[in-house]
């Protein structure tokens, strides 16, 4: 009697994964390809769905642009602590339907990692090895940018007097503002000397 329980007990459980296996089969299927429909790709190996057993062929092409509601994840990957923070946010306006192209055009400053059209993957370098560091200062009476080593000194001196700042500029600068690269230090000393 024991062994007749185990055995329909056995061939239950079989018919039971058997039967949630085939409907979560069809249920996989049905939101990809509808009943009766061939999947076919174009010239552009863009896929299109023909529908069998109609007078017209029905075509409907699945574009590669990105979605509306894509996901931008934005990496800021910091080289000298080799450390990643990252943030999320949705596709801009004005890159829905575009391409990977189109997406490094509007991110020129940025790599990007991975595209899809759901998700985006961009990477930002931040505090790289190679990029020369600063600290604009002060230097008699007047803005000056020195090495981030003190012991390479002075890296230029400006004409900028600090007296004709306002104070929370004044405060900055007594302090020292830590500059990256060369770029950015170039927009600092315009910024100050307008």
Not at 11 to 25: D, E, K, M, Q, Y
Not at 172 to 189: F, S
Request: aromatic fraction near 8%.
């Amino acid at each position: 009697m024991y062994r007749l329980r185990g055995f329909a007990a056995g061939v239950i459980t079989s018919v039971v994964i058997i039967v949630v296996a085939a409907v979560g089969a069809m249920i996989g299927l049905s939101g990809i390809v509808e009943k009766n429909t061939a999947v076919n790709t174009d010239e552009n190996n863009a896929v299109v769905l023909d529908k069998e057993n109609t007078e017209e062929n029905v075509e409907t092409t699945v574009s590669d642009g990105l979605h509306k509601n894509a996901v931008f994840t934005y990496e800021f990957y910091n080289e000298i602590t080799d450390t990643t923070d990252s943030m999320e946010g949705m596709c801009p306006d004005e890159l829905v339907g575009k391409a990977m192209t189109d997406v490094k055009d509007y991110y020129s400053d940025w790599q990007v990692i991975e595209f899809s059209p759901d998700s985006v993957l961009l990477r930002k370098i931040i505090g790289s090895k190679d990029e020369e560091r600063y600290v604009v200062g002060v230097y008699d009476g007047c803005v000056a940018v020195f090495y981030e080593n003190e012991e390479d000194g002075i890296y230029m001196t400006t004409d900028i007097p600090v007296a004709g700042l306002d104070h929370d500029r004044q405060v900055m600068l007594n302090d020292g503002i830590y500059v990256e690269g060369r770029d950015r230090l170039g927009r600092i000393i315009e910024d100050y000397s307008s």
